[in-house]
């Protein structure tokens, strides 16, 4: 009788966790949150393809429905990559006007995931630049927010950097995209404000020294498009 009520128990118990939800991880979170946002099931079979790519979007940023109907019209986007790619692509740029910054002895920056493809360490040579003052926070997003020139990498195929760009004030800050990635592909994806894109090959220090020299006086003007 007791082996009886124990499978019982047994029985019922196993019949209650499949009542019982499995907590969310983190990606499956935001991908409900992509699809409440932007209601991803209206725009076509690729429904699934425009939610997950459309999760790699600043949580700030609104993409146009008209742009995710031409990213299900295009057809040939199955991939997450692809339809991300092609949803930067086709987003409108967030507007960020650049204020020159004054003219003084000394800029703050911060540095971030720098790629280093040569023999120059391109974040040592930076902290012995006469001129510049690394910012250290707590978090990047407060280093960022504090320091004047930022120099950045892309963020990966994903382009994680726009997640950084979209939380801080970009009017005063000079904007560094140190990438691989050329610089078409940097502008087409990066829905922010890019002031110089550089690849992560200088020869020297002195190469890397003298770089920084042209981007201080970059930064303290405003180059006019006549």
Request: aromatic content about 10%.
């Amino acid at each position: 009788m007791r082996e009886i009520i124990q499978k019982t128990g047994k029985f019922f118990r196993a019949i209650g966790q499949l009542f019982v939800a499995e907590p969310a991880d983190k990606s499956t979170i935001i991908a409900r949150k992509v699809c409440r946002k932007y209601r991803a099931w209206k725009y076509g079979p690729l429904d699934i393809f425009i939610e997950i790519a459309a999760s790699y979007f600043p949580e700030n940023y609104q993409l146009d429905e008209e742009v995710l109907k031409a990213a299900n019209a295009a057809g040939n986007i199955y991939s997450p990559k692809g339809m991300l790619y092609f949803l930067l692509s086709h987003a409108r740029k967030v507007e960020a006007p650049r204020q020159p910054l004054p003219i003084k002895t000394s800029y703050s920056y911060v540095a971030w995931q720098k790629i280093n493809l040569s023999k120059v360490d391109i974040v040592t040579t930076l902290t012995k630049h006469p001129r510049l003052i690394e910012i250290r926070e707590e978090t990047l997003e407060l280093s960022a927010a504090k320091a004047e020139i930022l120099i950045l990498s892309s963020g990966g195929d994903y382009f994680e950097v726009n997640h950084l760009l979209s939380k801080i004030d970009l009017t005063n800050k000079y904007v560094i995209i140190c990438s691989v990635f050329d610089e078409d592909e940097i502008r087409d994806h990066v829905l922010y404000r890019v002031d110089r894109k550089i690849s992560p090959n200088f020869k020297s220090e002195n190469e890397c020294l003298s770089f920084i020299d042209e981007i201080i006086r970059e930064a303290t003007t405003i180059t006019l498009n006549i």
